[in-house]
């Protein structure tokens, strides 16, 4: 089955340390996303890329960093310097003008 | 840039009865407009869209429609079901490669 795939689902993490989510998708889509959601917030765009070797921030970028040096793949870090990291994170991608296709999500937890 | 406003944040209905949630986008030029469910645990997934050279559109128990002149846009699902449980998200789009920007979604809760 084609699809997105997250990584870990849950992950919990000591305050300073960076950590990075995966990533995953066999769709063949160019564009890939990544947003963060808290509640009441809705989706706030992180991250995205258009295309391979290429990525633009989005509206809340400080304190994530991501490469994309795959089409498949386009893992983000959540670097020390993101003050409130405890959050869920997704991963989305798309084809074109397609609609957006999620993954199911990271939840990260630091404490 | 867009504004999507989404209410109400949360909804309570009993089975059977109707559901009706509204958006409003700030932006004429976007075109068009996706609603997605998200489930516990899980990503959102695409239930339906409509674009701006339409003005209602169905699926089921679903519906979508769109008032362009004042920039608003519905959801509407009858007879709902416990399985309709879900936030729903709204969102609008320039369209082409123009990302979506989203509401803030809106807790639906289906009492049996």
């Known amino acids: 089955d084609g699809g997105i795939t997250q990584s870990p689902k849950y992950l919990f993490r000591k305050e300073g340390q960076n950590v990075t989510l995966s990533c995953e998708q066999n769709l063949n889509h160019d564009a890939m996303y990544w947003y963060r959601q808290d509640p009441g917030q809705g989706l706030r765009l992180i991250y995205y890329?258009?295309?391979?070797?290429?990525?633009q921030k989005g509206d809340i970028a400080e304190g994530y960093s991501v490469s994309r040096e795959k089409k498949e793949s386009f893992p983000l870090t959540v670097t020390s310097a993101q003050k409130n990291p405890t959050a869920f994170y997704l991963c989305?991608?798309?084809?074109?003008?397609?609609?957006?296709?999620f993954g199911n999500g990271t939840r990260l937890t630091v404490t | 840039g867009e504004n999507v406003e989404q209410h109400p944040s949360t909804l309570s209905v009993q089975e059977g009865d109707s559901a009706v949630i509204k958006c409003t986008y700030s932006?004429?030029?976007?075109?068009?407009f996706p609603w997605y469910k998200q489930e516990l645990g899980k990503g959102p997934q695409l239930i339906i869209d409509i674009r701006s050279n339409v003005g209602e559109k169905k699926d089921q128990r679903i519906a979508v429609t769109l008032n362009k002149t004042a920039k608003h846009f519905s959801l509407h699902i009858t007879e709902t079901q416990p399985e309709d449980s879900a936030v729903y998200f709204c969102a609008a789009s320039k369209g082409g490669s123009y990302i979506p920007t989203f509401g803030r979604g809106t807790s639906l809760i289906v009492h049996p």
């Open positions: 932006d004429s030029a976007s075109n068009y």
């Open positions: 989305a991608s798309r084809f074109a003008d397609s609609p957006l296709h």
């Open positions: 890329s258009q295309i391979v070797n290429d990525f």
